[in-house]
């Protein structure tokens, strides 16, 4: 990953990142007040296709009127569907009634989906598009910062199963992503706090200097300066990067899951509810990550200590005692990391680092060596 160029964005002036797939190539164009273009963005890219928007209830009362105004005023024919908030509504339920509404919205092959709200309504709305009619166009809306930086880009999309997270779903690319890092501002504080962790992951797992620029310009991504819409964009460029040269996660792909063994784990562990965020989730992990790799000698104690300075400093929890009512013991967790990983002749795959933005994918770790590190962890608590 490229380190960050750090001349200020004139505030306002979009950023377009390309992501470059060949025939599945989009744009990702990032910037406050973003939102009043997209009906002209869409109607330059898909003259004449009608849209539907698929949200949920919080994203609707705050932001659909504005995003309907915008597509009425390019002249596009627009229908919506709304789905509770929350990461239930990445169910089978909710996936039959946005596809049958996409349906009886009369959507067909050239017509476009627009998911508007956070990572849930992306992954569901996306794998709607990529099923109905097997395979309509969509357009990503991302509200949270966590859709911003990840999960509105790269095409995986999905739905939960009563087996686990993301089991059911599809690759299917967005043919465009509209950040409008304007629409952040209405987001908890807690929420876009989740969201900064997946930021802090790009720096940690591909790009020191990126970190480094982190470590000073934080706040003025918390309260909406122009560091917001260039970290996002930073993001972005590392995520389509990595993306278009392992669009299906074969290898280099996976590096962007840093900090997500341990957070998934922890993250089951507290039953995916609003104890520990998924972002939150992360941060530990990360911050457990570059303990586990200090541990096998791989990096310097200092150098841990530094990455999870900087997560602590933004109020992110770093240390299994920052999750309110306890954690599963080592076994049970070992348990979940095996639920989320393949165990392959009896060794775990784990993204481990070499120092702040190297990370590499390990697959050789001994599931006993992690058992004893958690083991520590929970008794040092
Ligand atoms: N597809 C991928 O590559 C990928 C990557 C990472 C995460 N994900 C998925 O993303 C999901 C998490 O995404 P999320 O954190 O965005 O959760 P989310 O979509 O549930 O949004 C979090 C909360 O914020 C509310 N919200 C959204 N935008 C808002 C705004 N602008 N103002 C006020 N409130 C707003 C939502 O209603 C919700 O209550 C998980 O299901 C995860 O599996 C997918
Ligand atoms: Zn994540």
């Known amino acids: 990953m490229t380190a960050i160029k750090t001349a200020p964005l004139r505030h306002g002036e979009p950023v377009v990142v390309p992501v470059a797939l060949a025939e599945r190539a989009y744009d990702i164009a990032i910037g406050r007040g973003l939102l009043a273009t997209l009906g002209a963005r869409i109607k330059a890219l898909r003259p ?10 919080t994203v609707s009362a705050i932001h659909m009127a504005a995003a309907l105004a915008s597509l009425n005023d390019a002249g596009i024919e627009t229908s919506s569907f709304v789905v509770p908030a929350g990461e239930s ?20 092959r050239g017509d476009l989906v627009v998911a508007l709200g956070g990572g849930v309504i992306g992954d569901l709305a996306g794998y709607a598009a990529a ?32 087996h686990g997270k993301n089991l059911i779903g599809a690759f299917h690319q967005p043919i465009l992503v509209v950040a409008d890092t ?10 876009f706090r989740a969201g900064y962790a997946e930021v ?19 706040q003025e991504i918390f309260s909406g300066g122009s560091a ?34 341990f957070g998934h784990a922890l993250e089951a562990g507290a039953g995916f509810s609003q104890r520990l965020l998924h972002g939150e989730a992360v941060a530990l992990g990360c911050a457990l990550a570059f303990e586990f790799s200090a541990r096998r000698g791989l990096i310097g104690a200092d150098v841990a200590a530094r990455a999870s300075a900087h997560l602590a400093a933004v109020g992110l929890p770093t240390k299994l ?12 967790l070992m ?13 775990l795959t784990f993204i481990l680092v070499r120092g702040i933005g190297q990370a590499f994918i390990e697959n050789n770790v001994d599931p006993a060596q992690v058992r004893a590190f958690l083991a520590d962890k929970i008794a040092s608590r």
Do not use: Y
Request: charged share 30%; net charge neutral; aromatic share 6%.
């Open 48 to 57: 004449g296709a009608k849209t539907i928007v698929v949200t949920d209830e």
């Open 321 to 332: 005692a920052d999750i309110p009512g306890g954690v599963p013991d080592e076994e049970r």
């Open 89 to 108: 509504s990445k169910s089978f339920a909710n996936f039959e009634l946005v596809c049958e509404a996409i349906v009886a919205a009369r959507i067909e």
């Open 335 to 347: 348990d979940l990391i095996a639920q989320d990983k393949k165990v392959k002749r009896g060794k």
């Open 200 to 218: 802090a992951k790009f720096g940690l797992l591909g790009d020191a200097g990126f970190f480094a620029w982190l470590e000073t310009n934080w």
């Open 228 to 261: 917001r819409e260039q970290a996002i964009a930073v993001c972005c460029r590392g995520k389509a990067g990595i993306v278009s040269r392992d669009e299906r996660e074969t290898g280099e792909r996976a590096l962007l899951n840093l900090g997500h063994t």
């Open 131 to 162: 099923s109905v009619r097997r395979g309509l166009d969509f357009v990503q809306v991302p509200t949270t910062l966590l859709a911003q930086v990840d999960s509105s880009v790269g095409g995986k999309t999905g739905i939960n199963s009563r």
């Open 182 to 191: 304007a629409l952040l501002d209405t987001l908890s504080k807690r929420e």
